[in-house]
């Protein structure tokens, strides 16, 4: 009844073409970035910044890129811990480095050199699809990390293998380091990721996109068509690897401050942001923040309900969280292969038609 | 997604409403994953001692004590969650019982004033005072370890070591890599040969290392491993052959579970400690009475008089005491982080404290000060009987290497120092 394109005249092209052509969406929309731009910096607090906006914020970039090279262009990838390692170590190389650059170039940068490393492994999918090319991915995941443990030099040859954000500012206000404030950490991740978000979605909705769609959806007919598969693959794994590199680089950076490699990006990881955007929704870019949202907070969720309200000791309600995610996976796989997204559209669907379904 | 975070504020307020006039004591500890093994012991020893303090003294100083558990599965970012959950809660001493966890909390809390101790783990040159205001680690490091090893290997080896070969089986992360440099010092001044093997996490695959140890047929092999690897490396040094009493483990590789998958197999496997074993202390039959038979045990009650147990037990114990401490200094009972932070710099264990506690002889007796974090480093050897199912201490607590160690305190505190921009204290 109020959710509907009637009575919203739009009189150019690219009013039509907008990213939120329903008026409440778009709405929905400037009002999620007002709250977070202008409303949560005044009342975050350090418990909600480092345990849950900012792992949302940082794993919502990573879903996104995977999201590119897995939802978009169908190329199966197990490498984003690696990939998510190469951001955080390429942006501690240039931040030890170049100390007087800001470190919103260095982020930048870092997202540049993963993209590259992502397109050097990104080049066996030409020749390989599906399983195997997952086992490919898998190779880069094993092999950056043994190379991050094996070279010194990435980790400045330090005595532990470790790797520590040193105090970096912006406009003078530390963003890394042990002395920052809540919100300007906050605040800088939600400027990567608004940007990334912007990119992601105008770069599926354009040509890009449309190639990576076709690639996926069957490589031959694409090719046919005159897809060159050589330019869409590489330039799927190339942006995906910007977006993953990124969220690797403030997640080493800003979120964890100290970083181990074979901890921090490990397997897990992998399949962590894999899940994130099965359960959000392939090809989708609110499937990434839904999926990224629902793992970050799941855990955070159990452990209060579990520990904090109903007194039970910790190791049960940590065994508790891993059977409940599973099973929510398997039901997801089961109920909604499309993943929370799916569910967003069918519910704005039925809205569209409310009260009169037929 | 705005209903779970609206769920969550109440949620987060409910959870952080402070209640104050209790000494809290945050346990980061893993009762999940491949470090379970070694954490549950250890965090039911810790609990169970706070637990002993409220049911038979009613507190540290009149006030009771409040052990806030959280599980951190040894993950970093976990441990990020539970450090900030807790810190709120007017929290006084971090134990981690991580050392990549530590690591990412050396600079939160020195920010944040909360002191954090890390007992025998952690970042060695945090023993230096001067440049980590808020960072403990008495009574002993890694690289005492390291160099009580090599002290016990030249006992043994008539103080010569020319030519003798050593392998490092070690855990590749921040922990397993922490002796090395040194054991690379130590190898200039003894002479012995040094080779490195690392295990990747979790640590079962451990087959081309000790494949490796079958060739090179070292003299004696070193290990720095925890959790799972420790049963792993064992079973495999069963499985070659090698001679059970040449393989010698840091205080993380030497507990009850690691040896007794191996079965008589691992009989004369030795480990390091800085505190002692077994269950014949006066402490344990209070712990069995108001805790145990009250029914009032962290986990089941099975663990006690076990070497992580009792470890963990030590760490509450040190911390109570420099909570006591930090009740004198300061005249108050319901002392702050900062006031514990005092309590620890200041805090002097010396036999009689230990024997009125109910564990003479259980450790070595030391003062803490502002320059000297790290304690007296003092390392004996425990050997374990397959036959009994005990291990015992086989040398006494021994002085380790400190003009070599010093050094390299001096030298990565100050690195630490100059990165990080930090003055230095204790003037």
Redesign the interface.
């Known amino acids: 009844m109020f959710y509907r394109e009637a009575g919203d005249f739009k009189t150019t092209y690219a009013a039509d073409n907008q990213t939120f052509p329903i008026k409440i969406d778009r709405m929905g929309y400037y009002v999620a970035l007002l709250v977070a731009f202008l409303i949560i910096p005044f009342t975050i607090n350090d418990y909600w910044a480092n345990a849950i906006l900012l792992p949302f914020l940082i794993y919502s970039i990573a879903a996104i890129g995977l999201n590119i090279l897995v939802g978009y262009c169908g190329q199966v990838s197990l490498g984003t811990g690696g990939f998510m390692a190469v951001g955080a170590y390429a942006c501690y190389k240039l931040m030890t480095s170049f100390p007087e650059v800001s470190i919103f170039f260095h982020v930048l940068l870092s997202g540049g050199i993963t993209a590259l490393v992502c397109i050097l492994f990104g080049l066996p999918s030409l020749r390989i699809k599906g399983f195997y090319l997952a086992v490919a991915t898998l190779a880069a995941q094993f092999f950056l990390v043994w190379l991050f443990n094996r070279v010194p030099w990435f980790y400045n040859y330090s005595a532990s293998g470790q790797i520590n954000a040193p105090e970096r500012t912006v406009f003078g206000v530390p963003v890394t380091g042990p002395n920052t404030e809540s919100w300007a950490t906050y605040l800088f991740c939600l400027v990567f990721l608004v940007i990334c978000a912007l990119v992601a979605r105008n770069l599926t909705r354009g040509m890009a996109g449309r190639k990576w769609m076709a690639i996926r959806d069957m490589d031959i007919a694409a090719e046919i068509i005159g897809v060159n598969p050589l330019k869409a693959k590489l330039t799927a794994f190339g942006v995906s690897g910007f977006f993953i590199g990124i969220s690797g680089a403030l997640f080493f950076a800003l979120y964890l401050g100290a970083v181990e490699v074979g901890e921090a990006f490990g397997i897990q990881k992998s399949f962590l942001v894999l899940f994130m955007i099965i359960i959000g929704g392939l090809g989708s870019i609110f499937g990434s923040f839904a999926g990224a949202a629902f793992l970050v907070l799941l855990p955070v969720v159990l452990k209060v309900v579990g520990v904090d309200w109903l007194g039970w000791p910790t190791d049960i309600v940590a065994h508790l969280q891993l059977v409940i995610v599973g099973g929510l996976i398997v039901m997801f796989l089961i109920l909604e292969p499309h993943g929370l997204a799916q569910l967003w559209r069918v519910a704005k669907q039925k809205l569209r038609l409310w009260p009169f379904p037929h | 997604?705005k209903m779970?975070f609206a769920?969550?504020a109440v949620?987060?307020m409910?959870?952080?409403a402070p209640a104050m006039a209790d000494l809290v004591f945050p346990s980061l500890?893993y009762?999940?994953g491949p470090y379970?093994a070694g954490g549950?012991p250890f965090a039911d020893g810790y609990a169970d001692y706070f637990t002993l303090l409220n049911e038979r003294d009613g507190g540290i100083g009149g006030v009771p004590t409040r052990l806030l558990?959280?599980?951190t599965?040894y993950?970093?970012?976990k441990g990020?969650?539970c450090y900030?959950?807790t810190?709120?809660e007017g929290a006084l001493v971090y134990q981690p019982l991580s050392?990549?966890i530590t690591?990412?909390l050396?600079?939160?809390t020195?920010?944040d004033g909360i002191p954090m101790h890390t007992m025998g783990y952690g970042?060695t040159s945090a023993a230096n005072g001067k440049v980590f205001s808020h960072t403990f680690n008495y009574p002993g490091t890694y690289w005492n370890g390291a160099s009580g090893a090599i002290n016990y290997l030249l006992a043994e080896n008539g103080g010569d070591l020319n030519g003798h070969k050593i392998a490092l089986v070690y855990h590749?992360?921040?922990y397993g890599?922490?002796p090395?440099?040194t054991l690379e010092e130590l190898q200039k001044k003894h002479g012995f040969e040094l080779s490195l093997l690392?295990v990747?996490?979790p640590g079962q695959e451990q087959k081309s290392q000790w494949l490796q140890i079958r060739r090179e047929k070292p003299d004696t092999v070193l290990m720095w491993g925890w959790g799972v690897m420790n049963q792993v490396a064992i079973q495999e040094a069963a499985n070659i052959r090698f001679p059970m009493e040449n393989f010698i483990g840091i205080w993380w590789s030497g507990a009850e579970h690691d040896v007794l998958s191996a079965g008589a197999k691992a009989n004369g496997y030795k480990a390091l400690t800085f505190h002692n074993v077994g269950r014949d202390f006066p402490i344990f039959d209070d712990i069995q009475k108001y805790v145990v038979d009250a029914g009032k045990a962290a986990g089941a009650g099975d663990q006690i008089g076990n070497v992580l147990y009792n470890r963990g037990m030590y760490a509450a114990m040190l911390a109570a005491e420099a909570a006591k401490t930090a009740q004198e200094i300061h005249g108050t009972a319901d002392i702050t982080p900062a006031m514990m932070r005092d309590g620890m710099e200041a805090l002097s264990i010396t036999e009689e404290k230990m024997a009125g506690l109910g564990m003479p002889n259980f450790g070595p007796s030391f003062d803490v000060s502002c320059e000297n974090h790290g304690g007296p480093g003092l390392v004996g050897v425990t050997q374990w009987d397959a036959d009994s199912q005990t291990w015992s201490l086989i040398s006494d607590f021994a002085e380790t290497d400190m003009e070599v160690i010093g050094a390299l305190i001096e030298e990565?505190s100050n690195a630490y120092a100059s990165?990080?921009?930090i003055e230095m204290s204790c003037n």
Do not use: F, L
């Open positions: 997604m779970k769920t969550m949620t987060a409910m959870a952080a500890s009762r999940t379970a549950i558990e959280c599980e599965g993950n970093t970012e990020v969650e900030e959950s810190k709120g050392t990549g690591y990412q050396i600079p939160k020195t920010a970042r590749n992360s921040a890599k922490e090395i440099r690392p990747d996490h990565d990165e990080n921009n």
